[in-house]
T-cell receptor
Framework: AQKVTQAQTEISVVEKEDVTLDCVYE???????LFWYKQPPSGELVFLIR??????QNEISGRYSWNFQKSTSSFNFTITASQVVDSAVYFC????????????????FGQGTILTVHP | DAMVIQNPRYQVTQFGKPVTLSCSQT?????MYWYQQKSSQAPKLLFH???????NEADTPDNFQSRRPNTSFCFLDIRSPGLGDAAMYLC????????????????FGAGTRLSVL
C-alpha cells in the first residue's frame, strides 16, 4: 500500500525567510510519480510539480525548489524568500505510474502542511 | 480561464434532501475524479471515471453516486445527505495518453463547499 507522510502539521515563518516542507513516502512500486499541490484559502488545489521516480534531479522554479532523494524516500519542497501569498496548505502526493486495472493514476495524499507567512 | 469548473461554489442542503454537485471541463481529459475533503484533512477519493468506465473506491458510502453523461461533465449525487457529509467536494481531471501509462497530472476545480443543515 502507498503512504505519504507530512510530519509538519503547521509552519509559521516571517516574510523573506526560507522554509522547507518535508514529505516522506512509502510504496512497493518501482515506477511512480510524486507531486506537490498548493491549496490556498479559496480551496482549489493548484498543481506545482510532478516528479518521475526515475528522475532524481533536483528542480528549481523561481523561488521554489524540490529535493527528491530516492534513498530516503523523501521529496522535500523549499520556498526561498517566502512571501505572504505563499500562505496555504501544501500537499505532497504519490501515484503509481501504471494505469492498468482500475487505478487510473489514483493519488495518495499526505495530510498537508499549513504554511503561514507573516508580513 | 478556468479549465475545471465546479458549480455551485457553495451549496446548502437539508438533512436527507438529495443534492447534486456538478463538474465540467474544457480539457477533453478522459479521466474525471471526485474527492471529498473535510476540514484539516487530505482529499479523499470517492470514485473516478475513465471515459465511461466507473470505478468506486471500496470505502465510498452507497449514499454517494456519480454520473458522467459525456466527456465534459460529471455529477456527484448525494442521495440522503447527513451531517457528516458536510465537506468540500473537489472534482479533478487527468489524461491517460497511452494504454497503461498515466501521465496523470490531475487538475482540480475550485471545489463546492457543502453545508448540511
Amino acid at each position: 500500500a502507498q503512504k505519504v507522510t507530512q510530519a509538519q502539521t503547521e509552519i509559521s515563518v516571517v516574510e523573506k525567510e526560507d522554509v522547507t516542507l518535508d514529505c516522506v513516502y512509502e510504496t512497493r512500486d518501482t515506477t511512480y510519480y510524486l507531486f506537490w499541490y498548493k491549496q490556498p484559502p479559496s480551496g482549489e488545489l493548484v498543481f506545482l510539480i510532478r516528479r518521475n521516480s526515475f528522475d532524481e534531479q533536483n528542480e528549481i522554479s523561481g523561488r521554489y525548489s524540490w529535493n527528491f532523494q530516492k534513498s530516503t524516500s523523501s521529496f522535500n519542497f523549499t520556498i526561498t524568500a517566502s512571501q505572504v501569498v505563499d500562505s496555504a496548505v501544501y500537499f505532497c502526493a504519490l501515484s503509481e505510474a501504471w494505469a492498468g486495472g482500475t487505478s487510473y493514476g489514483k493519488l495518495t495524499f499526505g495530510q498537508g502542511t499549513i504554511l503561514t507567512v507573516h508580513p | 480561464d478556468a479549465m475545471v469548473i465546479q458549480n455551485p461554489r457553495y451549496q446548502v442542503t437539508q438533512f436527507g434532501k438529495p443534492v447534486t454537485l456538478s463538474c465540467s471541463q474544457t480539457l477533453n481529459h478522459n479521466v474525471m475524479y471526485w474527492y471529498q475533503q473535510k476540514s484539516s484533512q487530505a482529499p479523499k477519493l470517492l470514485f473516478h471515471y475513465y471515459d465511461k468506465d466507473f470505478n468506486n473506491e471500496a470505502d465510498t458510502p452507497d449514499n454517494f453516486q456519480s454520473r458522467r453523461p459525456n466527456t465534459s461533465f460529471c455529477f456527484l449525487d448525494i442521495r440522503s445527505p447527513g451531517l457528516g457529509d458536510a465537506a468540500m467536494y473537489l472534482c479533478a481531471t487527468s489524461r491517460i495518453l497511452l494504454a497503461g501509462v498515466a501521465k496523470n497530472i490531475q487538475y482540480f476545480g475550485a471545489g463546492t463547499r457543502l453545508s448540511v443543515l
